[in-house]
């Protein structure tokens, strides 16, 4: 999702060697190359061809009950990964980004999380994205630490298209009121990590939106913008259980730092859903899905 989105906002001025398991959105300039980052091999063979000035790790096990049941690759691809990538930008003086979580804290505290805070992670997911987060630091590196929504390139339903889906099938939604985050839309967030890396900007960010909000408030927003009925979201408690991995309940972030030295508020989550319904009114998510271009597109059919 997030990767689709950087390949975009990259594309418009720069050459981007993409790399996943699979094509993502395909763009004239932008070179995609597929393997898997668990093969070292192959991971050096396209960093030596591509001698990128700018690595940006993206790729993760976004399944947090996934990572639990399998925790070596999870520790691989969000932490392992980072020191063979680093050996490349190292050699070539390049830039090392990576993409982190607001998963790394355990929630506890009562106010949105500063870059300061020490992070407690809950899980093998926040757990491996943190250690990839210290490799990357011990480079130099720029961490960025969000929550993102926006539509999946794949088949695999995003978290907003997931709640759109219910809304339109009237599928039962439970939904936290408890659980509260500051999400911001994918192109947002790549236009940001843009103008941190003109800025050379090192170290730890918190690039989430500049609205706290619960995932439950999101949800309602997301049928507001759309004009659905909201009847099928039905407020519930995390602690209703049925996740394997514990996870966090305060996953706001604090984006002061970031804002200041960009010079500039971060978008707000209305900002970002105004976005999001402008992606599928527009034509944009009928050729991010590779469907027919052009208005019209209804993703829930594509789904159904
Ligand atoms: N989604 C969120 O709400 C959220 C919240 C906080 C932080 N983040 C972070 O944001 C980043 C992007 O997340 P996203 O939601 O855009 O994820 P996504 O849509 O699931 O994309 C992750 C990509 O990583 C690729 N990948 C996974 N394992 C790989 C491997 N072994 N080798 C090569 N590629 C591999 C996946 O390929 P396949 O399609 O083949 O699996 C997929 O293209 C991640 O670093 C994530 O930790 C996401």
């Known amino acids: 999702m997030l990767g689709s989105a950087l390949v975009e906002c990259c594309a418009a001025n720069h050459v981007v060697c993409a790399a996943s398991r699979r094509q993502g959105l395909s763009l004239p300039g932008v070179e995609w190359t597929l393997f898997d980052l668990t093969e ?10 591509s001698r990128p000035d700018v690595v940006i790790h993206n790729a993760a096990m976004v399944s947090v009950d996934g990572c639990e049941r399998e925790p070596h690759a999870a520790a691989w691809l969000h932490s392992e990964v980072v020191n063979l990538l680093a050996e490349e930008t190292r050699r070539n003086n390049a830039s090392l980004v990576y993409i982190s979580t607001d998963s790394v804290f ?9 870059e300061d805070a020490e992070p407690h992670p809950l899980n093998v997911y926040a757990t491996t994205k943190h250690a990839g987060e210290q490799a990357t630091l011990a480079e130099g590196g720029l961490v960025l630490r969000t929550n993102i929504f926006g539509w999946s390139p794949t088949p695999r339903l995003s978290f907003a298209e997931w709640v759109l889906k219910g809304l339109v099938s009237g599928e039962r939604l439970t939904m936290f009121t408890d659980v509260h985050y500051t999400p911001i839309h994918v192109h947002h967030l790549a236009g940001l990590l843009l103008e941190a890396l003109q800025l050379s900007l090192r170290g730890v960010f918190h690039a989430g939106g500049s609205t706290v909000l619960s995932k439950h408030a999101f949800a309602l927003r997301l049928a507001q913008a759309f004009g659905l009925d909201p009847a099928p979201i039905v407020a519930t ?7 394997v991995a514990e996870r966090p309940k305060n996953m706001a972030l604090s984006t002061t730092r970031l804002a200041t030295a960009l010079g500039h508020v971060l978008p707000d989550v209305d900002q970002g859903i105004a976005r999001f319904k402008w992606e599928y009114d527009s034509g944009w998510l009928a050729r991010l899905k590779q469907g027919t271009p052009g208005p019209g597109y209804r993703f829930w059919e594509a789904h159904a």
């Open 40 to 49: 070292t091999a192959a991971v050096k063979r396209w960093l030596s061809a």
């Open 106 to 114: 355990n929630g506890r505290a009562a106010a949105p999380y500063g």
């Open 237 to 243: 408690s995390i602690d209703a259980g049925g996740l």
